[in-house]
């Protein structure tokens, strides 16, 4: 069964940095795209980041680009989120996310097949 396990949210004050990372388990591949997704109380959830399964090419959300990164290690079966320059707009609990339909950089939710349990992410004023 695959699962997704986050970790390494908190609270933090604007300007301050996070990495989050995410690890999959029980997959016998490395063939999958990977996303990072956040949901802020009241929102829909919404497309962050995302990585294809080579780990070269990426997508991001306009407001995140030049400051978030994102990137993966398949020897370590781990992705990971760089938040640089955090803004209080960024708080809201984030989700990891696996899909298998394109392996691509993808910015559609409903192509996700499995989903972490989220990890809140405060960024104060």
């Known amino acids: 069964q695959v699962r997704l396990v986050e970790s390494g949210g908190g609270l933090v004050r604007a300007g301050d940095s996070l990495r989050l990372s995410c690890a999959p388990s029980?997959?016998?591949?490395?063939?999958?795209?990977m996303g990072w997704w956040r949901q802020a109380p009241g929102k829909e959830r919404a497309f962050v980041a995302a990585?294809?399964?080579?780990?070269?090419?990426?997508n991001y959300v306009d407001s995140v680009k030049g400051r978030f990164a994102i990137s993966r290690d398949n020897a370590k079966n781990t992705v990971y989120l760089q938040m640089n320059s955090l803004k209080p707009e960024d708080s809201a609990v984030y989700y990891c996310?696996?899909?298998?339909?394109?392996?691509?950089?993808?910015?559609?939710?409903?192509?996700?097949?499995?989903w972490g349990q989220g990890t809140q992410v405060t960024v104060s004023g």
């Open positions: 996310a696996l899909e298998r339909t394109t392996v691509l950089p993808n910015a559609r939710l409903a192509d996700y097949d499995y």
């Open positions: 029980g997959l016998t591949s490395n063939l999958y795209g």
């Open positions: 990585i294809d399964w080579t780990g070269r090419t990426t």
